[in-house]
T-cell receptor
Framework: DADVTQTPRNRITKTGKRIMLECSQT?????MYWYRQDPGLGLRLIYY???????NKGEISDGYSVSRQAQAKFSLSLESAIPNQTALYFC???????????FGSGTRLTVV | QQQVKQSPQSLIVQKGGISIINCAYE??????FPWYQQFPGKGPALLIA?????SEKKEGRFTISFNKSAKQFSLHIMDSQPGDSATYFC?????????????FGTGTRLQVTL
């Protein structure tokens, strides 16, 4: 099994729909992150969590929310999806500030 | 404000050549500089990382060069191979404040031709 698992891998949804992307990790890491990848823009941080009770906004949090259900689980929600949220979404986890991130395989989301 | 600038956006190198990707940062609180490699359909994976107490780190064909005074660091891929064709991201992070999570560059798509 993958260290960081994202579901679903692909999703097409309609404008205005609520959608949740799920992430779970088996690394035992305290820190988890949600990034969005767009061509030419790299990886941009949406939300991050340093432990179950700590949730922080990243640089592009508008239109998104998160829930840290357990140390191993961190979900991302789009309350009312819009077309410019079409992107590749990655979840990652890490042990600390200066340790490597382990990324999931990504969720390709298309909002039509 | 983009804190890590990466160039070039794309790079084509012949097999056996040297691939060089450059990054510059602004936040002086950064003290951890990793590089990630991403293949199509996969998430980024840690390739190599450096701390500012050394100016160079080498792992196999991959070398990071670090210039603290210029706030720049670069990835060199020696003897580039077709299997190195991927997107490469530099990143920077640290232990406090805004540096406590990684900030990524915009990525470089490397193509190694035969």
């Amino acid at each position: 099994d993958a260290d960081v698992t994202q579901t679903p891998r692909n999703r097409i949804t309609k404008t205005g729909k609520r959608i949740m992307l799920e992430c779970s990790q088996t690394k035992g890491h305290d820190r988890m992150y949600w990034y969005r990848q767009d061509p030419g823009l790299g990886l941009r941080l949406i939300y991050y969590s340093f432990d179950v009770k700590d949730i922080n906004k990243g640089e592009i949090s508008d239109g998104y929310s998160v829930s840290r259900q357990a140390q191993a689980k961190f979900s991302l929600s789009l309350e009312s999806a819009i077309p410019n949220q079409t992107a590749l979404y990655f979840c990652a986890s890490s042990r600390g500030a200066r340790s490597g991130y382990t990324f999931g395989s990504g969720t390709r989301l298309t909002v039509v | 404000q983009q804190q890590v600038k990466q160039s070039p956006q794309s790079l084509i190198v012949q097999k056996g050549g040297i691939s060089i990707i450059n990054c510059a940062y602004e936040n002086t609180a950064f003290d951890y500089f990793p590089w990630y490699q991403q293949f199509p359909g996969k998430g980024p994976a840690l390739l190599i990382a450096i701390r500012p107490d050394v100016s160079e780190k080498k792992e196999g064909r991959f070398t990071i060069s670090f210039n603290k005074s210029a706030k720049q660091f670069s990835l060199h891929i020696m003897d580039s191979q077709p299997g190195d064709s991927a997107t490469y991201f530099c990143a920077a992070g640290g232990n406090t404040g805004t540096a406590s999570k990684l900030t990524f560059g915009t990525g470089t798509r490397l193509q190694v031709t035969l």
